[in-house]
């Protein structure tokens, strides 16, 4: 048992072991976090999949989501001290919390599991996927119910508590290097604080320079989207990137505390410094060849916008050249939003999504992205959004047919079905559900899952080149491999005929 801290920090950031893994190195197997414990018991889950990141001797995790490390970074910038604050493992709290613990701040990109995959819990029937349950057990944490510190949930996925009884305090919305400084010391204060808060927008220069490793070894380059989905949050964002120096900082203190590998992370990496459609080339190719010069093993970008990828198809080669495709590392991995076939659905809610191509043109943009990926190789993990409001068996159809035209090209496609997001154009829409799929929408999801499985054993020992798993977790994870498509198959042969998978 760990020791006790007698007092605690005063300020907690910290997670549930979802957020708190690096997944061996293999970030997708972070989709495991949405499987339910009944199919997929804990110690499985932790052993293959989710290992617990290291700890520090004072209980510090000593990697942590890269928003929890801005969070972390400000919060020391704006005059809290190392006394004050701590990135707590969530296996150490015991540690961390204590009588003079006032706030845990809590950093989730998912914490109620209604983002990633949501279908598979309707698909599987069989209870809460572990991020939920994970989650709920951390609010629910004997030290955080001994000493009742006020909780504040930040992130990505914060918005998915609104509404939602759970026992977290605030929920914080937007970024939180404006306000949640300020926020801790109105608590710390014993001020009123609003149940929920919306932090503003900083300016690129003013996103922090972090203090501690990021899980993936996540460097942030910008922030923001100006392609205005209507489903989606980046886009209530201005489009900001940060200088040079500072994303090289934060590689630095990564590789400096040990990780190898560098995730450039926006919403589209290929529009560092530019803020129109086209990408700046030169810009984007200093950035990487500078992030390089520091030595990474592998370098990956987080997404890439697939229209900007076709306007710079050029850029994406020499991109490879600078990170050493085929040399230094055998492939670089984006993720890319495909999210539908029909370019009446892209007209209708996605208008800029193709800029500065036609909207008209989106499936042949579509596939020759795939076909210079495929021979740059890139490896596309790609969303598709089913259940977009008005769309029809037609629209279904035509991503069916996309989707039927890149099953050679390797790499993973997730159907996932419509979520309204808390703040969104859609925010206040129902969410798309089994009970309104139709046949079409089953096919897909089938069509998707045929090509997952196809491809996955390919993308297993690709990725092995960045995981830090030792050989019997790959024997067990090609194990898991073969059993899934005994498993899936009988669901995959029912979604494809256009039933429902139970
Ligand atoms: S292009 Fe992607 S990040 Fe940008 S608004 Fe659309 S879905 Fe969001």
Redesign the pocket.
């Known amino acids: 048992m760990p020791e006790k801290s007698a007092t605690g920090k005063r300020i907690v950031l910290t997670s549930d072991s979802t957020m708190m893994s690096s997944y061996h190195g293999g970030v997708l197997l972070g989709f495991a976090a949405i499987m339910p414990k009944s199919v997929m018991p804990d110690w499985i889950f932790r052993s293959l999949f989710c290992p617990s990141a290291p700890a520090g001797a004072d209980g510090s995790a000593e990697i942590a989501p890269c928003g929890m490390r801005k969070v972390e970074a400000a919060l020391l910038e704006s005059g809290f001290s190392r006394d004050d604050v701590m990135v707590a493992h969530p296996d150490s709290l015991d540690r961390a919390i204590g009588k003079e613990t006032k706030i845990v701040g809590i950093t989730h990109d998912d914490p109620l599991g209604k983002i990633a995959v949501r279908e598979l819990e309707e698909i599987i029937g069989r209870g809460p996927p572990h991020n939920r349950s994970k989650f709920l057990a951390l609010l629910g944490h004997p030290i955080i119910q001994e000493h009742r510190p006020r909780i504040v949930v930040g992130g990505n996925g914060a918005w998915e508590l609104m509404g939602e009884d759970v026992g977290v305090d605030h929920i914080y919305l937007g970024e939180a290097e404006s306000d949640f400084p300020e926020v801790c010391r109105q608590i710390l204060a014993g001020e009123e604080v609003p149940h929920v808060i919306r932090g503003r927008a900083v300016p690129g220069d003013r996103i922090p320079v972090n203090r501690g490793a990021t899980i993936a070894g996540i460097v942030e380059i910008g922030r923001g989207?100006?392609?205005?989905?209507s489903?989606?949050?980046?886009?209530l964002r201005t489009i900001r990137h940060r200088p040079l120096e500072n994303i090289l900082e934060d590689a630095r203190v990564n590789l400096a505390e040990g990780q190898k590998d560098i995730l450039l992370h926006s919403?589209?990496v290929f529009t560092y410094g530019s803020s129109g459609m086209r990408p700046n080339e030169e810009k984007v190719l200093r950035m990487v060849s500078a992030v390089k010069g520091l030595g990474p093993r592998t370098i990956d970008v987080s997404?890439l916008?697939l229209a900007t990828v076709h306007e710079g198809q050029d850029l994406l080669r020499r991109v490879s050249e600078v990170v050493g495709i085929g040399s230094d590392q055998e492939y670089m991995s984006a993720w890319i939003?495909i999210?539908t076939g029909s370019c009446r659905i892209l007209e209708m809610h996605?208008p800029r999504?193709a800029l500065p191509g036609k909207t008209g043109n989106w499936p042949e943009i579509v596939r020759d992205c795939y076909s210079l990926f495929a021979e740059e190789s890139w490896l596309p993990v790609a969303s598709l959004v089913l259940g977009l409001p008005a769309e029809k068996a037609e629209d279904v159809m035509k991503t069916i047919d996309l989707v039927e035209s890149l099953k050679d090209y390797t790499g993973l496609i997730l159907p996932l079905f419509f979520t309204p997001m808390a703040g969104t154009g859609l925010g206040d829409l129902k969410g798309f559900d089994r009970d309104r799929a139709l046949p079409e929408h089953w096919q897909l999801v089938g069509l998707c899952l045929e090509y997952n499985l196809r491809h996955l054993k390919k993308l297993h020992r690709l990725y092995s080149e960045r995981m830090t798993a030792g050989p019997l977790v790959h024997a067990a994870l090609t194990g898991v491999n073969l059993m899934a498509d005994l498993v899936l198959n009988k669901y995959l042969k029912r979604m494809k005929r256009g039933e429902p998978p139970n």
């Not at 989207?225 to 989905?229: M, Q, S």
């Not at 489903?231 to 886009?235: A, G, Q, V």
């Open positions: 989207c100006w392609r205005g989905c489903f989606c949050s980046p886009t919403e589209d997404h916008s939003g999210e996605m999504k």
